[in-house]
């Protein structure tokens, strides 16, 4: 529900008065600046049965190719929504009602968003209409916003976040994985990403031991799974990336002992956690995948 209303809030930033139903238009330039849609499927006959473009359908399926697989047996709903900016619109300060059309010559600007239960992935893209060819802009968020840091000495991280994970032992159920896996030791210190508040702390099945902490950019982070909570941390404190909060255990559904990291956006989405970690800056900004992951130390959700 909430996913929908964001997206409703975000149809009434449009800068134009086009229904979405208009998106059914074959030419670009009549497109309103944001398409939205349920995924039923795969992404390419969702976009396709969305607005009748081949083009867009695409350019969405080609972009979000290590993301999504297909809503088969998902048990959550999936949209996808993308706004586009054309290159006359980027360099436009005035907010009049005149609808831009695109330069057939220049890039159109895509930024596109999958949502999937509440995780979501977003993506920056070009598209130039003349040669019809696409790239990848950016991941988002850019570099220089990165604030936060790896909550946990890890080896290596043993699950990544996705918007479609196979599930570690029921092969055939798909679900999101809101977090990312950090394999460690039992007992390994686990500290704050980002200084902050924490908000909620306690035991859940499926979690087991967590804390949640809300931090000054809006953002919050969890901490799955663990083994104890450090002596003393209460709700309400304030706590910084020096002072420990818990240690790396494997309570509530777990395989192995693993820290499971979330951050969430201040619009309640996650995201890839990532792409806001300071120490992983190297990797994230070339489009390059990390190595196939194991499941050996993950959810068993
Ligand atoms: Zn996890």
Redesign the pocket.
Known sequence: MLKICILLFLSSFSLCSFSSESAAQPQNKMFPNIIEGKIIGNLYDSVLNKTQNEEWAKLLQEAFKDDFISTKGLKVEATFSFETVEPSENNSNDNSDDISFADPKSDTIVYARLVVGQALVEKELSLNHATNSQSLLTKIPKAQEREFISPVKSERIS?QFKLTRRHPVKRRRIQP?N???FSAKSKTPVYPAMDGVVVAMGRARAKGKFILIEHSNGMKSTY?HLRKFQKGLHVGDYVEVSEQIGEVGRTGYATGTHL?FGLIDSDGFYVNPILYLKDYQVDSDNNEEFSEESDEA??II
Do not use: A, L
């Open positions: 699950s994985h977090g990312v896996d799955d499971h993950s959810e």
